[in-house]
């Protein structure tokens, strides 16, 4: 899945020790708002030291993140995770390619070889 817009806030960041394999993590979450006529928020998360670095998502940034959305049950309770696989910055206005180009204006004065004082050929 894919959502673009605009970071708007980057949580503080979260760290630990795994207790299974005593490994420390790290992980970063952001808020990013698209720019719909009713803008949506997404909260996802950056997982691993190496991926926040790599990724070096600032504030204000226009990004496309990829993600995977799963969801995890404690104490008869459900809560989705967002975690963020792939972050592309968007370079190019995606508004302008919905807007159709526009015609070339119609020229404003006659064409050079027209004569006024030329006789009408028409027919009719």
């Given at each position: 899945?894919?959502?673009?817009?605009?970071?708007?806030?980057?949580?503080?960041p979260?760290?630990?020790?795994?207790k299974?394999?005593?490994?420390?993590?790290?992980?970063?979450?952001?808020?990013?708002?698209?720019?719909?006529?009713?803008?949506?928020?997404?909260?996802?998360?950056?997982?691993?030291?190496?991926?926040?670095?790599?990724f070096?998502?600032?504030?204000?940034?226009?990004?496309?993140?990829?993600?995977?959305?799963?969801?995890?049950?404690?104490?008869?309770?459900?809560?989705?995770s967002?975690?963020?696989?792939?972050?592309?910055?968007?370079?190019?206005?995606?508004?302008?390619?919905q807007?159709?180009?526009?015609?070339?204006?119609?020229?404003?004065?006659?064409?050079?070889?027209?004569?006024?004082?030329?006789?009408?050929?028409?027919?009719?």
């Amino acid at each position: 899945m894919e959502f673009t817009g605009k970071i708007i806030a980057i949580l503080q960041p979260k760290g630990g020790v795994s207790k299974s394999t005593g490994n420390e993590w790290k992980a970063q979450e952001y808020v990013i708002e698209n720019h719909d006529q009713y803008p949506r928020k997404m909260c996802f998360e950056v997982f691993g030291a190496d991926k926040i670095a790599q990724f070096n998502i600032q504030m204000g940034e226009e990004l496309t993140v990829s993600f995977d959305i799963d969801a995890r049950q404690w104490q008869d309770r459900w809560f989705n995770s967002i975690r963020a696989w792939k972050v592309e910055r968007v370079t190019a206005n995606p508004m302008a390619e919905q807007v159709p180009p526009m015609a070339a204006p119609f020229p404003s004065a006659a064409p050079a070889d027209f004569a006024a004082d030329d006789k009408d050929d028409l027919p009719f």
